[in-house]
């Protein structure tokens, strides 16, 4: 008996990464799941790899008609949606003067705009049938990053649309949390260490060491995070941003 059988989950950007981490682990707990992704291709391939509970579906979440048809597409084959985790992200980091109307653009559209158009198509449903659960990605980012003025805005606006969802959706039998990585061993903070010119390993040493636990995160610790946050044993937790970062964000 896992802690979702007989549930839908949806998790956004979960191709790769810390979405698709979440995905299986989802998926280990009973419930089926689709695996929402740009690239449909690397969608699917990551459905398959979970087994025949799960689905791709290729979807850009910055566009409302394709978020509309990714959430149909999803009830349809999996017969319902009970969890939305918004989890898709990118990053298009610099500093304010060289930040371009379009690295700011682009940020709010796939981190605000995008967890705003899935979460709005999905709560049609979680209205209709009383129950829902949605898990938003913030980041320890939210607190200020250099570099990320338009990652650090759109992190900290997940944490004011959640706690004003958390007011809106309550009395409709829905949860609405997030989670707030920090450090977390992905493709994403790879991709970081090649644009600051360092090798991975040596970054992730450097990161492990500014926290006090002493070790960076994996898909797997925010993986356990969110599976917690869509069970019904936090069904009295609403509104809440939890930190996810060893420790980083106490100072
Ligand atoms: P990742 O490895 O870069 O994976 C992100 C996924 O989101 C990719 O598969 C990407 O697809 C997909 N995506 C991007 N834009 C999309 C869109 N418009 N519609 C649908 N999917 C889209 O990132 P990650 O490290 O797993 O991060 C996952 C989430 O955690 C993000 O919200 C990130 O900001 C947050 N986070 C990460 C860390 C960290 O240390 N890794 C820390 C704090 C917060 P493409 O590959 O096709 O672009």
Redesign the pocket.
Known sequence: MGRFDGRVAVI????????FGTAKRFAEEGAKVAI????ET?ASEAAASIGEHAIGVG????NAESVDAAIARVVAELGGIHILVN?????RDNLLFKMTELDWDLVM???LK?AFLMTKAAQKHFVEQKYGKVVN?????ALGNRGQAN?SAA?MGIQGFTRTLGIELGPFGINVNAI??????????D?TAARLKMDVDEFRRLNADANPVKRV?Y?ED?AAAVTFLASDEASYITGQTLYVDGGSSLG
């Not at 956004?12 to 979405?19: D, H, K, L, S, W």
């Not at 707030?180 to 903070?189: K, L, Q, V, W």
């Open positions: 956004t950007g979960a191709a790769r990464g810390i979405g929402v992704d740009l690239d690397a979807c850009d979440v910055s989890n898709a992200g990118i990053t559209g796939v981190h995008g990605t913030s980041s320890i980012s990652y992190k707030a990585p920090g450090f977390i061993a992905t493709e994403m903070t991709a995160g898909p925010i």
